[in-house]
């Protein structure tokens, strides 16, 4: 369970996120907003990767007291990923793996799911925008992560992919694992378990269903 309390967030000074409390239990959960709404602002705060007022916690872990063992139970999936153009899917997958102690077997699990053999030694700078999204997702689900969130999960990949990405949504989901969706595109209700929708507007959350 994520819990969010007095969580403010400011760019200069334009607040552009104000919630006063909001709670995520166990589960799969739609974070829904149009774009440039806040979605990927707040995902980027609950990852540890923005400053912010407030207070995030994954159970008793405090993004900002206990930051180490909290990133290693929240795992976030960039919406337009970049890398360094010189590193393969293959460096940063063992690298990120090595970080978050993923075993071997996973990460060729994950590379088998994404079907990233044809482009996994090439270096990055020769990829699509899909191959892209595919290795920020396999990155994503590196390690033994509590949390996964995706931001933007479907944009640039193909149907393929689209259809292997819920099925190890709902694999991952049925280990225990919570998902955190964010999009402003619909998803497929009977091809992923939606719990709630959250909808991101007017700077603040509420939920919705």
């Not at 994404?114 to 925008?129: A, K, N, V």
Request: hydrophobic share 40%; net charge neutral; glycine share 6%.
């Amino acid at each position: 369970m994520i819990s969010i309390h007095q969580f403010k967030k400011y760019y200069g000074n334009t607040l552009v996120l104000d919630i006063p409390s909001l709670t995520f239990p166990s589960g799969i959960h739609w974070i829904k907003g149009k774009n440039g709404s806040g979605k990927t602002t707040f995902f980027k705060a609950l990852a540890g990767l923005l400053p912010f007022s407030g207070e995030v916690k994954l159970h008793d872990l405090s993004v900002k007291k206990e930051a180490v063992a909290y990133r290693r139970q929240v795992s976030y999936g960039e919406a337009e990923p970049l890398y360094p153009e010189f590193l393969t899917a293959r460096d940063l997958i063992h690298f990120v793996g090595k970080a978050k102690k993923a075993s071997s077997q996973q990460m060729e699990e994950l590379v088998d799911r994404l079907d990233m053999h044809t482009f996994y030694r090439h270096p990055c700078g020769t990829y699509s925008s899909g191959m892209l999204k595919k290795l920020s997702l396999v990155l994503a689900f590196l390690g033994s992560p509590s949390v996964i969130m995706l931001d933007e999960p479907l944009i640039t990949i193909d149907d393929q992919a689209v259809g292997m990405m819920y099925d190890t949504i709902r694999h991952y989901h049925q280990q225990g694992v919570t998902f955190l969706l964010s999009s402003h595109q619909d998803f497929d209700f009977s091809a992923l378990p939606l719990h709630t929708t959250f909808l991101v507007h007017q700077q603040t959350i509420s939920q919705t269903s």
